[in-house]
Structures are given as C-alpha cells and as structure tokens.
C-alpha cells in the first residue's frame, strides 16, 4: 500500500528558501515516478517537477520553478523521501504543495499531468509574504 505524507510547509518570506518532504512508504525507486505538484488558491493544480524511475533518475522541472527548486531524494528511516528544496520563493510560489507517485511500473521522463498519478499526499501549505 502507497502512503505518501508531505511535511515542511511553512510561512517564509520573499527571497527565503524552504524545504519540503515527502515519506513515500510502499515505494520503489525502480517502479514509481515521483512528483511534487501545487494549488495556490483559485488556480488549477499546477506541475512543479517529477522524478523519473530510471537508474540514473533524471529529474524535470516546470518552467515557473526551474533554476529555483529542487527534486532530490533520501532515505529517512528505511523509508524513501522526496525533497523539494525551494530557493529565491516569491508570492507566486504561495500554494498546497502536493506530493504524488505513478506506478508501479516504470516510467522514464517528464511525466506533467496530475492524471498521470495514481497517489497522492494530503499536502502540505507554503505561504510566501513580500
């Protein structure tokens, strides 16, 4: 069974850095394609970048947030965990942060639709102020 639970959503302020986790229990590295992706309030669910399922794990990046964020793994307690490292936030980055798996199964490359997540997280808030 897949558990995804997010932590790290905080109040910071323009210009600061944040860093969200995702425990991902009931993962594989091999078989599952990690994401991150968020809401701010009124808009649509927006990709932030995922992480493929390839040996050498390659990691893609919407265009709002490339240059800025992140994508990296660890392992916390024996259980795989998904960073998303933000730098340089802006009140643009205000929002639900979510984490989402796709699998099992492998899947190489950018992989942007929310549709094409069968997991996800209950999220974890990021306010920005200027």
């Known amino acids: 069974q897949v558990l995804l639970v997010e932590s790290g959503g905080a109040s910071v302020q323009a210009g600061g850095s944040l860093r969200l986790s995702c425990a991902a229990s009931g993962v594989t590295e091999s078989n599952y394609c990690l994401a991150w992706f968020r809401q701010a309030p009124g808009k649509d669910l927006e990709w932030v970048g995922n992480?493929?399922?390839?040996?050498?794990?390659?990691?893609?990046?919407g265009p709002s947030v490339k240059g800025r964020f992140t994508i990296s793994r660890d392992y916390v307690d024996n259980t795989l965990t998904l960073i998303l490292q933000m730098h340089a936030v802006a009140p643009g980055d205000t929002g639900m942060y979510y984490c989402?798996?796709?699998?099992?199964?492998?899947?190489?490359?950018?992989?942007?639709?929310?549709?094409?997540?069968?997991?996800w997280g209950q999220g974890t808030q990021v306010i920005v102020s200027s």
């Open positions: 992480r493929d399922s390839e040996a050498r794990a390659s990691t893609y990046y």
């Open positions: 989402a798996a796709r699998g099992p199964g492998p899947c190489p490359g950018l992989w942007s639709q929310s549709r094409h997540y069968q997991h």
